[in-house]
């Protein structure tokens, strides 16, 4: 439960939906950034992850988050500032 609520906190300060997460691509930019902030707040798993946020296998949830604190998706970590900001 506490997973879902620090989700539905961070999909507010994004402006995005759990809708939105099923129809947009795995490698959405504000997805990883979703990911990767929960990754770093809570105990949140990959694979828990990956499922509700719809971004494929857990691996590959991995390797974005990674690239995302690394600085190779920029966009994405302007979409984590936004989400860590509010």
Do not use: D, F
Request: charged letters at 20%; proline letters at 3%.
């Amino acid at each position: 439960m506490q997973w879902e609520a620090a989700l539905q906190a961070a999909l507010r300060r994004a402006g995005k939906t759990l809708a939105a997460a099923r129809q947009e691509s795995k490698g959405a930019p504000w997805k990883i950034a979703l990911a990767a902030h929960l990754r770093s707040t809570t105990t949140a798993t990959n694979p828990w992850l990956a499922q509700t946020l719809h971004m494929g296998a857990p691996a590959a949830l991995s390797r974005y988050v990674t690239e995302c604190r690394t600085g190779r998706r920029s966009e994405a970590q302007r979409w984590q500032a936004k989400i860590s900001k509010s």
